[in-house]
C-alpha cells in the first residue's frame, strides 16, 4: 500500500496533507525517516510512526446509511447530492463507495463500503443474495398478482425475473402495501414487476440486505458503522 494512502486511512489528513507531513521529516519506517509518500509499506509487517507514534490503521470501512429521497446512489455528480456528499471527512478518507444501487426517489438501506470483494459478492447475481422492499402499490392487490410474482415476471427486455417472496401487509383502497424480496437486481426492477401486474409503485424502501436490516433508529439521511456481528452476517453465505 503506497505510504500517502495509508497515511490518509489512519486519519493523519489528505493525501495532500500527509505530503507535508512526511516532507516535514515527522514520519518514521521501521525507524528510518519516509522520504517518498509514494513508497510502498506493508503496516502488517512494517513500523509505521507519526511524531513517534505507531499510526492505528484499518484497511476498510462498512456504513449503514438510511438512504433518503433526491439524493443520488453514487459518489460524485456535478448537478445532483450523492450519498457520499452526506459524509465526514472522516469517513470520506476512506473513498467509500455505494454497494449497488437505489434509484434517486428510493429510500432505504444502502451499504457504502470501499470493500471490493465484500461489494462483488453482494451484488454478484451468482450469490442469490436477497434484498427485501417495502412497497407502496397505487391500486390493490389480487392473490394472484402475489403469486405472479412470487413465480417471476417478463420485465424490459422479455427477462422473467428470478422466484421471489411477496407478502401482503395492507391492502385496502387508501393503502396498499406489499414486502417484496428479490435476490437480484436489475434496472428498475421492483416498479418493473408491478407494472408486469398491472399496479405501480408510488413508495419505495430497501429494508434489508442479506442477512441484516436496516437500523430503525437511522432517520432518512442519518448512518452508522455496521457492528462487527452484522458484518459477520454479511459475509456469511447465503443459503
Same mark, same amino acid.
Given at each position: ?9 489512519? #486519519? %493523519?489528513? /489528505? ?54 429521497? #433526491? ?34 426517489? +428510493?429510500?432505504?438501506? *444502502?451499504? *457504502?463500503?470501499?470493500? #471490493? ?14 434484498? +427485501? %422492499? ?33 407478502? @401482503? ?8 402495501? @406489499?414486502? *417484496? +424480496? ?19 409503485? @408510488? ?9 441484516? /436490516? ?8 442519518? %448512518?452508522?458503522?455496521? +457492528? ?12
Amino acid at each position: 500500500m503506497r505510504l500517502d494512502k495509508l497515511l490518509a486511512n489512519s #486519519g %493523519y489528513g /489528505s493525501r495532500k496533507e500527509v505530503k507535508l507531513i512526511v516532507k516535514a521529516g515527522a514520519v518514521m519506517v521501521d525507524g528510518k525517516p519516509a522520504k517518498d509518500v509514494k513508497a510502498h509499506v506493508d503496516p502488517d509487517a512494517q513500523e509505521v510512526t507519526v511524531y513517534g507514534e505507531p499510526i492505528d490503521y484499518r484497511e476498510f470501512i462498512y456504513i449503514m446509511m438510511n438512504k433518503p429521497q #433526491g439524493v443520488l446512489s453514487a459518489t460524485e455528480d456535478s448537478r445532483q447530492k450523492t450519498v457520499v456528499d452526506l459524509l465526514t471527512p472522516d469517513e470520506l478518507r476512506f473513498e467509500p463507495f455505494p454497494a449497488g444501487r437505489l434509484d434517486k426517489d +428510493t429510500e432505504g438501506f *444502502l451499504l *457504502l463500503t470501499n470493500d #471490493g470483494q465484500l461489494a462483488h459478492r453482494l451484488l454478484s447475481p451468482k450469490k442469490h443474495v436477497p434484498k +427485501t %422492499y417495502e412497497v407502496h402499490l397505487k391500486s390493490q392487490i389480487s392473490p394472484e398478482d402475489i403469486t405472479s410474482l412470487e413465480n417471476g415476471v417478463f420485465i424490459e427486455g422479455g427477462y422473467k425475473t428470478k422466484p421471489a417472496q411477496a407478502e @401482503i401487509k395492507a391492502n385496502d383502497k387508501e393503502h396498499t402495501v @406489499i414486502y *417484496l +424480496t428479490i435476490t437480484e437486481g436489475k434496472f428498475h426492477q421492483v416498479k418493473q414487476m408491478a407494472n408486469a401486474v398491472g399496479n405501480e409503485v @408510488i413508495y419505495l424502501k430497501r429494508l434489508s440486505m442479506g442477512r441484516v /436490516s436496516l437500523d430503525p433508529a437511522l432517520a432518512p439521511g442519518e %448512518y452508522r458503522e455496521l +457492528t462487527e456481528e452484522e458484518l459477520e452476517r454479511l459475509n456469511e453465505p447465503q443459503a
